[in-house]
Nanobody, 126 residues
Framework: QVQLVESGGGLAQVGGSLRLSCVASGRTFSTSVMGWFRQAPGKEREFAARISSSGSSGTITYYADSVKGRFTISRDNAINTVYLQMNSLKPEDTAVYYC????????????????WGQGTQVTVSS
């Protein structure tokens, strides 16, 4: 059973930065497509970022338009960890952020996620 444990959430000011981490259990991390979703109060959970498994040409990343250019997803297979570096934070980035392991590559829907973390709160204050 895969377990995902997030950390790094908290309170940030507008324009500030936070880095989220997600540690995965299991031996399949390096071949897993990983990602981050977020859910704001009263809204549906939405895709934020995805990173492919490590191939011969490196990893491929994909972002929602709302975070593109501000957020960066990365991974360290040696320690089974995926990161989300969040810069230039806005109040609308306030949400619970969830680490996700996808069933398949090339998808960004909630239904395409096989495993979820418990979530970590990010609050951006002006």
């Amino acid at each position: 059973q895969v377990q995902l444990v997030e950390s790094g959430g908290g309170l940030a000011q507008v324009g500030g930065s936070l880095r989220l981490s997600c540690v995965a259990s299991g031996r399949t991390f390096s071949t897993s497509v990983m990602g981050w979703f977020r859910q704001a109060p009263g809204k549906e959970r939405e895709f934020a970022a995805r990173i492919s498994s490590s191939g011969s040409s490196g990893t491929i990343t994909y972002y929602a338009d709302s975070v593109k250019g501000r957020f960066t997803i990365s991974r360290d297979n040696a320690i089974n960890t995926v990161y989300l570096q969040m810069n230039s934070l806005k109040p609308e980035d306030t949400a619970v952020y969830y680490c996700a392991r996808f069933r398949y590559s090339g998808f960004v829907s909630v239904a395409s996620v096989a495993h979820w973390g418990q979530g970590t709160q990010v609050t951006v204050s002006s």
